[in-house]
């Protein structure tokens, strides 16, 4: 299976890919690896790139208890505690507001006063307040506030938020503010809690109950990117020690990157990935001859279908993104022009095998359907259906399509290799050694089966094992470069940056001589990582990711990795570009959202540095203290 999404560069070793790494997904490797590195360490990608930069699902809502309670009883009737207590307290009473689907509660602020009776409490106007003393606009205010909890406690919103009016009449409190807000927030008046909690900002713009407030009913009414900025906002105020805002600036960077993402597929031109994508993918099925009749001997007339079949085929031979569009338009015109014979089902399966590549999921589904009817032995076409059943979240699909396969070839190496590739990514691991396993017994020339079969050992903990295939795979494969370049990932997974830089630097060289036109350029991509972790070399890093974006532009990972570069060196608006530009490359609806998270998350941090000036040195202090080795 190969083309599985996912998102970009540890800043120290990190675990192998938990998803895919092979041949067959070289690129979805470095996503997986860097995004397991990215979960496992969020509080250091907090510190450094400002904003979490991991996209999952969060969960359950986040709603904010707003209780800003001190050391001191509502009654007034306890003793003063110590200021280490009232400390203590407000710490704890923050943690409270993690709680999901907490309705907030009206603050207290100081020693709240004993509740007058109703008609002993003071009634004031705009007309009347002028001509109140400041002692008595202070009494007052602090008599109508006490009044306004005790409404709020008893559910009479709307008589609380006349309390709190006239309480701020008295005084403009962000505190009155933010409690008016917990009432319109009880009667899911959104615009309301936003135009009080806007005004507690105001007063006070490091207020993180209001501004979690304000968050949330910015995100009932659908305004995610306001929710989002509010959310890191109030992350970074608080250090990143509310578990509950940091689940949301996760849940709201998928919001905002899904909405973008929608948008974006609606209008993308369909278009052929990245050579090194397309060549990876390829590779995944064992090489087979030409079909007998389209060899590069054959004579067959350029405008014939079957003529366009051996051009298409030639094309491919290049492994250049010229040579793959070719590919792709003769295999268009082959089926155009129709009289294909007995290769009519050969035609389908390498048209739907295009469209697939360019993201035409439903016309690429029918095609493969197409194929497998009118030749059910070509057992190929099942096999990429099923990988795209897999890709598309429908594991019955792609299972039932295998045992199609199997009735048609019970022999076929690439039968086992691919559904072992189920079973890798669903980390089924001893499913996946079994199958990989039966492929090489039943073709043992065919490497990434042996890469494979090493990379889920290493998986399964068997790292003595994973290293005795690598070494017999360089021995029975010498020539071949992924041999290098994966066996290098193992290495630099277990920091031997050293020995992994020379792998890399012989796989690069392989590739120039065995595929000067067509290079995979996935080993400049991990060299540029080795260097990065090992000696924290940004220009020999940025210096590999640019010679992989000459040789393939078009290269995602490249471009991802180059943006998490720029980012881990506080070059902000220059990364955001990156992000950007990755998902304008990703294929896709979930590749472009796990690139628009990013993008957003990068996007986010530049907006809060610009609306709060002020946090910006704080995030980077927080950064230099909890910042893993080698960052600081």
């Not at 590195?37 to 510190?47: G, I, K, L, P, Q």
């Not at 207290?108 to 009776?117: F, H, I, L």
């Not at 993402?261 to 369909?270: F, R, T, V, Y």
């Not at 000067?516 to 890093?541: E, H, R, S």
Request: glycine content about 6%.
């Amino acid at each position: 299976m190969s083309g599985e999404p996912v998102p970009v560069i540890p800043v120290q070793p990190i675990a192998l890919d938990t998803s895919l790494t092979s041949a067959a997904a070289g690129p979805s490797s470095l996503w997986n690896r860097i995004t397991t590195w990215a979960s496992e360490h969020r509080a250091a990608v907090y510190t450094i790139a400002g904003v979490t930069l991991v996209v999952t699902a969060a969960g359950v809502v986040y709603y904010v208890s707003d209780s800003r309670k001190d050391a001191t009883s509502d009654t007034g009737s306890k003793k003063r505690k110590s200021k280490k207590d009232r400390l203590k307290a407000k710490k704890e009473a923050e943690k409270a507001e993690a709680t999901p689907a907490e309705t907030p509660a009206p603050e207290v602020k100081k020693v709240q006063p004993t509740v007058e009776a109703e008609d002993e409490l003071p009634e004031v106007t705009e007309a009347t307040v002028g001509s109140l003393s400041e002692q008595e606009r202070k009494d007052y205010a602090a008599k109508l506030k006490a009044a306004g909890n005790m409404a709020y406690g008893s559910k009479n919103y709307t008589k609380a938020i006349d309390l709190y009016g006239q309480a701020i009449l008295c005084k403009a409190d962000p505190v009155f503010y933010s409690n008016r807000a917990a009432c319109w927030n009880a009667m899911s008046n959104w615009d309301k809690v936003i135009e009080d909690t806007t005004a507690a900002i105001n007063l006070d713009n490091e207020y993180v109950k209001a501004l979690n407030r304000r968050a949330n009913a910015y995100e009932q009414s659908e305004m995610y990117s306001e929710a989002l900025l509010d959310y890191t906002a109030s992350c970074i105020i608080d250090g990143f020690r509310n578990e509950g805002s940091a689940q949301s600036v996760e849940r709201l960077l998928k919001k905002v990157a899904e909405a973008k993402g929608k948008k974006i597929l609606a209008s993308k031109d369909k278009k052929l990935p990245s050579p090194t994508f397309v060549t990876n993918y390829l590779q995944s099925f064992r090489p087979k001859p030409a079909p007998e009749g389209l060899g590069e001997t054959a004579e067959l007339e350029d405008e014939s279908g079957k003529g366009q079949l051996k051009k298409g085929l030639m094309a491919m031979r290049r492994r250049t993104g010229d040579g793959y569009t070719e590919a792709a338009q003769a295999f268009d015109s082959a089926l155009e022009l129709g009289d294909l014979g007995e290769h009519e089902a050969f035609a389908y399966n390498m048209r739907g095998t295009f469209k697939y590549l360019r993201g035409e999921n439903n016309e690429a589904l029918e095609d493969l359907t197409k194929s497998v009817e009118l030749q059910p032995s070509l057992t190929q076409s099942f096999i990429k259906r099923a990988s795209m059943h897999l890709e598309l979240g429908n594991r019955e699909a792609a299972a039932k399509d295998f045992e199609s396969a199997m009735e048609q070839n019970k022999d076929d190496p690439d039968i086992f290799y691919h559904r072992a590739q189920l079973h890798f990514i669903l980390s089924e691991f001893a499913e996946a050694a079994k199958d990989y396993q039966k492929s090489i017994d039943l073709d043992k020339d065919f490497i990434f089966s042996h890469i494979q079969l090493g990379v889920t050992q290493y998986k399964m903990g068997s790292i003595a094992s994973s290293m005795a295939t690598f070494r017999r795979c360089m021995k029975n494969f010498d020539k071949t470069p992924d041999v290098y370049n994966y066996y290098g990932e193992l290495l630099l997974d277990q920091q031997k940056y050293q020995e992994a830089i020379e792998k890399f630097d012989t796989a690069v060289e392989m590739e120039k001589q065995t595929k000067p036109t067509g290079i995979n350029v996935l080993p400049l991509i991990n060299k540029a990582l080795a260097l990065f972790q090992w000696k924290q070399d940004f220009a020999g890093a940025e210096a590999l990711c640019q010679k992989a974006l000459t040789i393939d532009p078009e290269c995602d990972i490249a471009v991802a990795t180059m943006a998490q570069l720029l980012l881990q060196q506080g070059k902000v608006t220059e990364a955001l570009k990156y992000f950007e530009r990755a998902a304008e490359l990703s294929r896709t609806e979930g590749e472009i959202v796990n690139a628009l998270s990013y993008a957003e998350a990068t996007r986010t941090q530049l907006e809060v540095q610009e609306k709060y000036p002020q946090l910006a040195s704080r995030l980077q202090g927080m950064g230099q203290g909890m910042a893993p080795p080698g960052m600081r």
